[in-house]
């Protein structure tokens, strides 16, 4: 089992700056593909980002492009995402998704959130024009 915490949500007005981080415990991240999912109210649940298992490949929404970092330390066990060039439209539940990988899918990274099989409880980030 995977047990995943968000953290570092908030209130940040538009321009400004987040880095939320998922805190991993029950299993190393190191062969798990890693993604950072939204929910705004009434609103689907949609992709933001993705890293792979090895974290040398990443993909990013269209909506995010530019803007934002995943990134993964397996030292700490702990994924990130940094956004910057913050806009009222970003402001939702950020959620994070593990999916272990085997050897062979390590280089892959996912952006359909049924591929995940952990999720943490998600972190609100309010955005204020």
């Known amino acids: 089992q995977v047990q995943l915490v968000e953290s570092g949500g908030g209130l940040v007005q538009a321009g400004g700056s987040l880095r939320l981080s998922c805190a991993a415990s029950g299993r190393t991240l190191s062969s798990a593909a890693m993604g950072w999912f939204r929910q705004a109210p009434v609103k689907e649940r949609e992709f933001v980002a993705a890293i792979s298992g090895s974290g040398r490949n990443t993909k990013y929404a269209d909506s995010v492009k530019g803007r934002a970092t995943i990134s993964k330390d397996n030292a700490a066990n702990t994924v990130y995402l940094q956004v910057s060039n913050l806009k009222p439209e970003d402001t939702a539940i950020y959620y994070c998704?593990?999916?272990?990988?085997?050897?062979?899918?390590?280089?892959?990274?996912?952006?359909?959130?049924?591929?995940?099989?952990?999720w943490g409880q998600g972190t609100q980030v309010t955005v204020s024009s």
């Open positions: 998704a593990a999916r272990s990988t085997l050897p062979f899918e390590n280089e892959n990274f996912y952006t359909n959130p049924r591929l995940y099989g952990y």
